[in-house]
């Protein structure tokens, strides 16, 4: 992975942002942080290393960005969280739509926001 591309702000999720996969319809965990390049989610099990995987980000209505942003994601790493029972898994972000990257520039940018 290019380091410019983990230099990038990544912002903490206040709010639940659900993370489905688009095939399986499966939900695979909760968005921990989010950055334009990639983002961190806490789930229930860990996920086929390596793999990749169509996604849709769901925010909660009212919150952020009032619709589902669809992406491309390539699974970098997992750790189990410790205490928790669940796991941290880290994503690159490989493919996202030009309307939907700039919707997460925007949110990632928004005044007010806590980073990583």
């Not at 659900?18 to 099990?45: K, N, Q």
């Not at 992406?71 to 030009?98: A, C, K, Q, Y």
Request: proline residues 6%; glycine residues 8%.
């Amino acid at each position: 992975m290019n380091k410019d591309h983990r230099r990038l702000r990544r912002r903490k999720a206040e709010y639940p942002i659900t993370v489905v996969d688009a095939m399986t319809r499966e939900t695979l965990g909760t968005v921990v942080d989010l950055s334009e390049s990639g983002l961190m989610i806490v789930a229930p099990a860990a996920l086929c290393a390596d793999a990749l995987f169509q996604c849709e980000l769901h925010f909660p209505p009212g919150k952020g960005i009032d619709s589902t942003l669809n992406t491309g994601l390539h699974e970098l790493w997992s750790r189990p969280e410790p205490g928790s029972g669940m796991v941290l898994i880290g994503f690159r972000i490989i493919d996202i739509g030009n309307d939907d990257k700039l919707r997460l520039r925007r949110w990632v940018a928004e005044p007010g926001s806590v980073y990583v």
